[in-house]
């Protein structure tokens, strides 16, 4: 894969030492190699990547108010599914969008969702 844009430079600058805890929904099912259905169920995973504010900018490109300045963008190396939730400890967030670079980088690229605590 050609990677035109290097931001894993900028991932190891901001992303933190200790991993983001990941919880990958379960209920996901898809059909593996063979035709058979694969059921998946919840599972905890640990993330490194750096869980940074939206930018004002990214904030109003979004119509209707859909995000808002507790929202936060999430750059990993790691594929995630929509509807994944990341913990950072103090907080909670969903994985609503999928910026999907990965013709043109090697970082991946979240939009998320703030939650209120115990929010399952």
């Known amino acids: 894969m050609t990677v035109f844009f290097n931001f894993e430079p900028l991932l190891a600058a901001y992303?933190?030492?200790e991993p983001y805890k990941v919880i990958i929904p379960g209920n996901r099912?898809?059909?593996?190699a063979n035709g058979?259905?694969?059921?998946?169920p919840e599972?905890?995973?640990?993330?490194?990547g750096a869980l940074v504010p939206m930018s004002a900018?990214?904030?109003?490109?979004?119509?209707?108010?859909?995000?808002t300045a507790k929202d936060r963008m999430f750059y990993c190396r790691q594929d995630l599914p929509?509807?994944?939730k990341i913990d950072d400890?103090?907080?909670?967030?969903?994985?609503?969008?999928?910026?999907?670079?990965?013709?043109?980088?090697?970082v991946r690229i979240y939009t998320c969702s703030a939650l209120e605590r115990g929010y399952k």
């Open 15 to 17: 992303e933190r030492a």
């Open 29 to 32: 099912k898809e059909y593996g």
């Open 36 to 40: 058979k259905l694969i059921e998946y």
């Open 43 to 48: 599972s905890t995973v640990n993330v490194n």
């Open 57 to 67: 900018n990214q904030i109003r490109k979004y119509e209707n108010g859909m995000y």
């Open 82 to 84: 929509d509807g994944s």
């Open 89 to 106: 400890g103090t907080s909670v967030y969903r994985i609503t969008q999928d910026q999907d670079y990965r013709e043109w980088t090697n």
